[in-house]
């Protein structure tokens, strides 16, 4: 079954400093993949997604940045962070011919 | 541009009480629905999905949803809730053939026992 790996876990970072979140995928090959931002309230914020190596399309002008360096890998990154930029972040991917999202257990950024 | 309403925020329920969670999505196309559930501490999955076919899917946990296409809606339902439904649900579209999926804002349920 398709596993996503997500990591840190919880994060607390001064205002602009860097950020770098990874994502890791198991038990799928080529996945389409996804950087979430969920908002109590306001459901799930599509960041970004990837249908492949190097290909990264953004969704919301921002402060974060998102590559793929490898099939099974993303990382949403920051140069200088924002306090706007806390919040908890979800990797997701879809498996091959499904459509459904699988998620990570997410990553809750604090920048103070 | 794609969206998705859902009309309760926040619900209460008794349990064995029936449950009904309306979703109403904008989309200019075909479109593949699914319903996302958060139990607490856990993370998001799958709870039920349309792709086409029978309107009326079934998904895990005796919940049930209806793609009714005149009205752009994917109703949540289920006869009799149990204290271990209390959740957050989120619905969700996808264009099909398309990469990105929507969520609408969530609706969170409390079950009391």
């Known amino acids: 079954s398709q596993t996503i790996h997500q990591w840190p876990a919880t994060l607390v970072q001064p205002v602009g400093s860097p950020l770098s979140l990874e994502c890791t995928v198991e038990?799928?090959?080529?996945?389409?993949l996804y950087w979430y931002r969920q908002a109590a309230g306001r459901g799930l914020q599509l960041l970004f997604y990837?249908?492949?190596?190097?290909?990264i399309s953004s969704e919301v002008p921002q402060n974060l940045s998102a590559s793929r360096p490898q099939d099974r890998q993303f990382i949403l990154s920051s140069k200088k962070l924002l306090l706007s930029d806390s919040g908890f972040y979800l990797c997701?991917?879809?498996?091959?011919?499904?459509?459904?999202?699988?998620f990570g257990e997410g990553s809750r950024l604090t920048v103070l | 541009a794609q969206s998705v309403s859902q009309h309760n925020h926040h619900v209460i329920l008794s349990e064995a009480a029936s449950l009904e969670l309306g979703c109403n999505y904008s989309?200019?196309?075909?479109?593949?629905l699914f319903w996302y559930v958060q139990y607490p501490g856990q993370h998001l999955q799958l709870l039920l999905k349309?792709?086409?076919?029978?309107?009326l899917v079934k998904g895990i946990k005796g919940f049930e949803a209806e793609f009714i296409k005149s009205k752009f809606s994917f109703n949540l339902r289920k006869p009799s809730v149990q204290w271990s439904d209390t959740a957050e649900y989120f619905c969700?579209?996808?264009?099909?053939?398309?990469?990105?999926?929507?969520f609408g804002a969530g609706t969170r349920l409390f079950v009391k026992a």
């Open positions: 997701a991917g879809t498996g091959p011919n499904t459509g459904e999202l699988f």
């Open positions: 038990g799928t090959s080529n996945p389409n």
């Open positions: 990837s249908v492949g190596i190097g290909q």
């Open positions: 989309y200019g196309g075909t479109v593949n």
């Open positions: 349309y792709f086409s076919g029978d309107p």
């Open positions: 969700a579209v996808k264009g099909t053939g398309g990469f990105k999926t929507i």
